[in-house]
């Protein structure tokens, strides 16, 4: 079973910057589409980005766009979203999410397999 683990989270200032990365530990990632989302307190968990399993094309939510930059490492078995002019609305806990095979075609969580156990980002001066 895919296991994932996300690491990277913490407290930054607005205007700066984290590196948030998730490790799958059993398995390639490579067949996988990777998704991060985010829930803040009181919120719905939603989806900022995600890059695909097939040509690692990559999606953005308008929110954090110009931003927010997600890339992955096959050989390291890692995805990284790179965190940039960080805003206190960024706030929340972070997962990654891991679909077989998929196309980034949505943030429906249901179509995700494989969940991390989240890191919290915290942005405030």
């Known amino acids: 079973q895919l296991q994932l683990v996300e690491s990277g989270g913490g407290l930054?200032?607005?205007g700066g910057s984290l590196r948030l990365s998730c490790v799958n530990s059993?398995?390639?990632?490579?067949?996988?589409?990777?998704g991060w989302f985010r829930q803040a307190p009181g919120k719905e968990r939603e989806g900022v980005s995600c890059i695909s399993s097939t040509d690692s094309?990559?999606?953005?939510?308008?929110?954090?766009?110009?931003?927010?930059?997600?890339?992955r490492d096959n050989a390291k078995n890692?995805?990284?979203?790179q965190m940039n002019s960080l805003k206190p609305e960024d706030t929340g806990v972070y997962y990654c999410a891991a679909d077989?095979?998929?196309?980034?075609?949505?943030?429906?969580?249901?179509?995700?397999?494989?969940w991390g156990q989240g890191t919290q980002v915290t942005v405030s001066s």
């Open 100 to 114: 077989l095979w998929g196309s980034c075609s949505s943030y429906d969580r249901s179509e995700y397999d494989y």
């Open 26 to 34: 059993r398995f390639t990632i490579d067949y996988y589409a990777v």
């Open 78 to 81: 890692t995805v990284y979203l």
């Open 57 to 71: 094309s990559t999606y953005y939510v308008d929110s954090v766009k110009g931003r927010f930059t997600i890339s």
């Open 12 to 14: 930054v200032q607005p």
